[in-house]
Each structure stands twice: as C-alpha cells, then as structure tokens.
C-alpha cells in the first residue's frame, strides 16, 4: 500500500535549521503534487510548501517565503523542506502529503489540503530557546 514517511523533525533554537524529508513506498512521486503542511493542537492545519514534481514549479506560504526550500529526488522518491531562519511560530507537527493533478489545476498552497490523497504520521518540529 501506499506509504509516506516524514523525518528530520527535532528541537532546535530560534535561527537553526532542519531538514524533512518524506519518502513514497509503493508510489512514484513523479508527475504529481506533494505538499508539506504543519498544525498545532488547536489550530487549522496550513499549508506550507508544495511542489509539482513534474514541472518542478515550486509553491510557498508568505509565512516561510525565503525560509524554506522544497525539493525533489526522484531517484529516492524523496520529496525534502529545507527550514532555515527557524522562529518559535514554525513549531508544529509536520506532515506531506500527495495527490494527483488534473489539467487546468496547479499545485499551489493556496489550494490547501484540497484533494491531497495520502499523508504521512508527521514528525515534530520544536523551536525553542
């Protein structure tokens, strides 16, 4: 079945960085959306991040514009979010997710969670001093 799994989630100062990345089993991440989202208990989950991986059109909220970098590896089926210039507000659980696309729509945040097949468990992020 269809799987995704998150990583690279930690505890890191205001200023630090991480890397997640989500890996695909049983399904090839070429040619479709993959998103990266975050929540916190009590709150909407928002989108952060998402890229089509067949153009390679990359999508950002205004939240992590120039913060974050979303790419792909098809070779390991690996979608990754490179977070720097973390800041406390960024701490929540992150997750991806995929879906296929359909002509005449895009894979922008904007979009939200819209359609979004499969997701994985999430990994935690932390930034505290």
């Known amino acids: 079945q269809v799987q995704l799994a998150e990583s690279g989630g930690g505890s890191v100062q205001p200023g630090g960085s991480l890397r997640l990345s989500c890996v695909a089993s049983?399904?090839?991440?070429?040619?479709?959306?993959v998103g990266w989202f975050r929540q916190v208990p009590g709150k909407e989950r928002e989108a952060v991040a998402s890229?089509?991986?067949?153009?390679?059109?990359?999508y950002y909220d205004d939240s992590v514009k120039d913060r974050f970098t979303i790419s792909q590896d098809n070779a390991k089926n690996t979608v990754y979010l490179v977070m720097n210039s973390l800041k406390p507000q960024d701490t929540a659980m992150y997750y991806c997710?995929?879906?296929?696309?359909?002509?005449?729509?895009?894979?922008?945040?904007?979009?939200?969670?819209?359609?979004?097949?499969?997701w994985g468990q999430g990994t935690q992020v932390t930034v505290s001093s």
């Open positions: 890229i089509d991986t067949g153009g390679g059109v990359k």
């Open positions: 049983e399904y090839d991440i070429r040619a479709k959306c």
């Open positions: 997710a995929t879906r296929r696309r359909t002509w005449g729509t895009t894979c922008s945040v904007t979009g939200g969670s819209s359609g979004y097949e499969y």
